[in-house]
C-alpha cells in the first residue's frame, strides 16, 4: 500500500495571523458592526417582507443573504435556500440589489484595512513559504489549536427521522441501501457468514435526485448518528488544514460508531491527482484525498462506519477511490420515471392543501425531466402562487403555471411587444404546434402561448409525451427537428421574413442533428462509428469529439444537410396547410394562450388536410 505523508505545517503561523486578525477584529470592527445589529431572521420572514414589498437594499452571498427594511433603518441576514426565482421576485418587489454593511470610512479601519493588514498577512505568507521551503519539520498539530476540526453536522436520528419511505420511486437504490441497514442492525449475522460490508457506497447521480435524502434515510432506518460534510467543505484556504478535517471527521465517526458518514459532492476532494509537474495540480485537494484513502484503508470492516458519498460526475473520481476496498460499491439515483415523478409529487404535496380534482399523473407528465428537487420547488411555487391569488387551496391552475415558471421563468408583466412582433410570435409558436401536429409520432401539443417569459422565451409551445420514452426512432428524431425549425419556417411562409426568435430553437436542432449523426449511428456515411463521447452525463452531457479533423468537417456538412431537409420539409408542410397556418396563429394572437384541444378542434375542424 502505498505510503501517505501525513501533513506537517507551520500552523503556529497560521494561529498568529488568525490571533492578529481576530485582534483587529475585535477592537475596530466589532464595536462597529455593534452599532447597526444585523438581525438574523428565518427564511420565511424573508419571504413575507418581499410579498410586503418591505425590502431595502439586499445583497446575495453563497452563504448568507442580507437584507434591509424598506426605510433602510434595519438590517437583517438569513440562510440562503435553493430558490432559483428569488432574484426575479425580489426585483419585482422593488428591491435594490446592493452592499448592506459599508464599513463607515473611519480613516483608522481604512488605514488598517488597507495597509497594515495586507502586510501582516504578506509577512505571514512570506514566513509560512520559507518555513515550506526549508522543510521544517517542527510544526504543531492544527487540531491543538482547534483549528481543522471538520465542521462535519451530526444529526442525532430520532430530530433527523428521514425513512426510506418519505424518498420516492428509486426503488433500485434503496434495496440495495437496505443491505447496510441491515448490516447496521445486526452485524453478527454477516460475520458468522464471513461478509463483511462495503466500507464506502457511491450514490450517483444528476443533482436533486434524492441522493442527500437517501443517505441520510439509511441513518434514519438505521437508527444511528449521521455525519455529513460536503466535499467542498474540506478543501479550505489553508493548506494542510483539509487532511486534518479528514483526520478529525473519521475520530469522531469512530467514537459514535455505528454511524454514517455522509460526503457530498465527493467530486471535490476525489477527483484525479494529475500526474507529477509543477504547479499542475492542488496540493491542499491530493492531501486530503491522501489523507481520506488511509483513512479509509485503515479502520477494519468491522467498524461498523459506514461512508456513503454523493457525486454527479463519477468519471472524474480518481480510480484510487473506487478500488475494492473504499467506494467499491455504486449505486445509481437516477431521474425518476413517469410514476417516481407522481409518487414525489403526492409525496410533497401533502405538506399543502390541494384541491381534490388535482390530477398528479397530468402534472407529471408535463415535468417530463424533472427531477426529485425540481418536483419540490414546482409544488413550492404553485403553493405559493396561491398564497399570491388569496387562496390557501392549491389547484390545479397553480401547479400548470408553475411547471411553467420552473421551466420557463415569470410571466412578464410589462414586456411591450409590438403588435408586429405579437404576430410575428403567434406566427412562430403555431409553426412548431403545426408541424409537429401534422407529422405522426409526435408528441402532443399540451399549450400553446405568447405571454412573454422572464427566461426571454417570447412565447413557447408545450409538447407532453403521453408516456415516459426510452426509445427513439429515427423518424421521430427527424420529426423534431422539423418542429424545431417549424418556428422559424411559418416566419418565412406568412412574412416573406425572419427573425432572431428562432435562436434557441437553432440550437436544439443542431444538437439533435449532431447526437443522430456522431453518437445514435443514424447516418449513412459513418454507419455505427461514435464519433463523439459523452463526458458529464449527469450535467448537461458535454462530449468530446473522438474523430479527425478531416471527419468533422464531413460531420459538420452532414450536420447542415440534416437540418436543411428538415426546414424544407417544414415549410412544405406549412406551404399546403396555409390556411390552418393563418386561422390558428390568428386565434392565438387574440387569445394569447391556447389549449393543445382548443389547437386540435380548430385544426381538425374545417376542410383541407
Ligand atoms: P441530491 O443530494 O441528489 O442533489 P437531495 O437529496 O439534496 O438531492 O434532494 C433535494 C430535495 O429534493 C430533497 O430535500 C427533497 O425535497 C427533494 N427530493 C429529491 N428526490 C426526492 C425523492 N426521490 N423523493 C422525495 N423528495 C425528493
Ligand atoms: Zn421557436
Known sequence: MKEVKSPRKPLLYYYCIVLLIIFLFNILVTPLLSQNQVVEVDYGTFMDMIDQQDIGVVQIEDTQILFTNKEETQAYKTGPMEDPTLAERLHDAGAQFGRIIEEPTSSLLGWFLTIILPILIFIGLGQYMSRKLMNQAGGKNALSFGMGRSNAKVYVPSTQGIRFSDVAGEDEAKE???????????????????????????????????????????????????????????????????????????????????????????????????????????????????????????????????????????????????????????????????????????????????????????????????????????????????????????????????????????????????????????????????????????????????????????GYTMQVETGDKYLMTKEEIENKIATFTGGRAAEEVAFGQITTGASNDIEQATKLARAMITRYGMSEEFDMVAMETVQNQYLGGDSSLTCSADTQKEIDQKVVELVKTQHEKARKLLEDNRAKLDELASFLYEKETITGEEFMEILKGGAQQ
Open 176 to 458: 440495495s441501501l437496505q443491505e447496510i441497514v441491515d448490516y447496521l442492525h445486526n452485524p453478527q449475522k454477516y460475520t458468522e457468514a464471513g461478509a463483511s460490508m462495503p466500507k464506502g457506497i457511491l450514490l450517483v447521480g444528476p443533482p436533486g435526485t434524492g441522493k442527500t435524502m437517501l443517505a441520510k434515510a439509511v441513518a434514519g432506518e438505521a437508527n444511528v448518528p449521521f455525519f455529513s460534510i460536503s466535499g467542498s467543505e474540506f478543501v479550505e484556504m489553508f493548506v494542510g488544514m483539509g487532511a486534518s478535517k479528514v483526520r478529525d471527521l473519521f475520530k469522531q465517526a469512530k467514537e459514535k460508531a455505528p454511524c454514517i458518514v455522509f460526503i457530498d459532492e465527493i467530486d471535490a476532494i476525489g477527483q484525479k491527482r494529475s500526474t507529477g509537474g509543477y504547479g499542475g495540480g492542488n496540493d491542499e485537494r491530493e492531501q486530503t484525498l491522501n489523507q481520506l484513502l488511509t483513512e479509509m484503508d485503515g479502520f477494519e470492516g468491522n467498524t461498523r462506519v459506514i461512508i456513503l458519498a454523493a457525486t454527479n460526475r463519477p468519471e472524474s473520481l480518481d480510480p484510487a477511490l473506487t478500488r475494492p476496498g473504499r467506494f467499491d460499491r455504486r449505486v445509481p439515483v437516477e431521474l425518476s420515471d413517469l410514476q417516481g415523478r407522481e409518487a414525489i409529487l403526492k409525496g410533497h404535496a401533502k405538506k399543502i392543501k390541494t384541491a381534490e380534482d388535482v390530477d398528479f399523473h397530468t402534472i407529471a407528465r408535463m415535468a417530463a425531466g424533472a427531477s426529485g428537487a425540481e418536483l419540490a420547488n414546482i409544488i413550492n411555487e404553485a403553493a405559493l402562487r396561491a398564497v399570491r391569488g388569496g387562496r390557501t387551496i392549491v389547484n390545479e391552475a397553480d401547479l400548470e403555471e408553475s411547471i411553467e415558471v420552473v421551466i420557463a421563468g415569470y410571466q412578464k408583466k410589462n414586456a411591450v411587444l409590438s403588435d408586429q412582433e405579437k404576430r410575428v410570435v403567434a406566427y412562430h409558436e403555431i409553426g412548431h404546434a403545426l408541424v409537429a401536429a401534422l407529422q405522426s409520432h409526435s408528441a402532443p401539443v399540451q399549450k400553446i402561448t405568447i405571454i412573454p417569459r422572464t427566461s426571454g422565451a417570447l
